[in-house]
């Protein structure tokens, strides 16, 4: 594949990211738009993606849709709302994301049920309704954000790791799905990344997964943001079903 070095990596390209409105989907909203990219922010509180939106440039640039991934019909309107702004859907990033963490011992049913509906079921709506979409167009990359969690397991995510897990299966086999319709669908593993979900951690548990880290510090979300854009972009043009760690070296 050639590549003309002068064009921005996603030149008139449009994205859908959820879970957009802060932390890691924002940082992936902003380099998008930045390589320009038309993005559309996902997020549960419509003010906070309309904030972002506006934040990246505004109507030519972003627009923020209230959407809650568990909903497929919400998932529905997201990817539609793409296509209505800006004509196409070229790149579909399943981020949105949630911890209820607790032991076995603890967690009751509903923390468990949450966690598995908000990344299994909301990365598979977000997977399957944009490559019914991107088939069409013979043409699209999908990438869905997992966690090292989900390689190694964690004592207090039992809901989480076996989640982010199964976004990797679940990453394989729609791969194999969609390979031969020009569709690639690959995964990123972050580690510990300094965003609102790891801040609500416990300093002391924070401290503990710090040391075990042999780049001895917490990625930032941009760190998350240039892997997803080079999955995104043709720069990974023959890849499909990968799993990329960014973990700064922890658990490889
Ligand atoms: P974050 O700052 O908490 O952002 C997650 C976003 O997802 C929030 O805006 C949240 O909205 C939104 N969201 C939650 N449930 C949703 C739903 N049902 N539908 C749509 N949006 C929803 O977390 P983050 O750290 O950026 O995490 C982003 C992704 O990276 C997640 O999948 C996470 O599991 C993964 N990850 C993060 C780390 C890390 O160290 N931070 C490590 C590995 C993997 P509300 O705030 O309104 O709930």
């Not at 009751?108 to 309704?129: C, M, P, S, Y």
């Not at 991107?134 to 990359?141: F, K, Y």
Request: net charge negative; proline share 2%.
């Amino acid at each position: 594949m050639e590549f003309d070095v002068t064009r921005p990596l996603l030149a008139d390209k449009t994205a859908v990211i959820t879970g957009a409105a802060q932390g890691i989907g924002y940082a992936i909203a902003e380099l998008f738009v930045s390589e320009g990219a038309r993005v559309v922010i996902g997020d549960l509180d419509a003010d906070l993606a309309a904030v972002a939106a506006e934040k990246l440039g505004g109507q030519a640039a972003a627009v923020g849709v209230r959407c809650d991934v568990t909903q497929s019909g919400d998932v529905d309107a997201l990817l539609s709302a793409a296509i209505d702004a800006f004509g196409t859907l070229d790149v579909v990033v399943n981020n949105a994301g949630i911890t209820r963490d607790a032991t076995m011992r603890t967690m009751t049913e509903d923390q468990f049920d949450q966690v598995i509906a908000v990344h299994l079921k909301g990365t598979w709506n977000g997977t399957r309704k944009a490559a019914a979409i991107m088939r069409e167009a013979e043409a699209g990359a999908i990438v869905n954000v997992s966690s090292i969690s989900g390689k190694v397991g964690m004592a207090g995510q039992t809901n989480y790791s076996a989640a982010k897990a199964g976004i990797v299966g679940m990453t394989k086999a729609a791969a194999k799905e969609m390979a031969h319709h020009g569709v690639r669908v690959n995964a990123i593993q972050p580690g510990l990344i300094r965003t609102a979900m790891t801040e609500a951690m416990p300093e002391r548990i924070f401290a503990e997964k710090l040391a075990g880290i042999p780049m001895q510090r917490a990625g930032e979300p941009s760190e998350i943001a240039s892997v997803a854009l080079f999955l995104a972009s043709d720069l990974s043009s023959y890849m499909t079903g990968t799993v990329l760690e960014v973990t700064g070296g922890r658990f490889m």
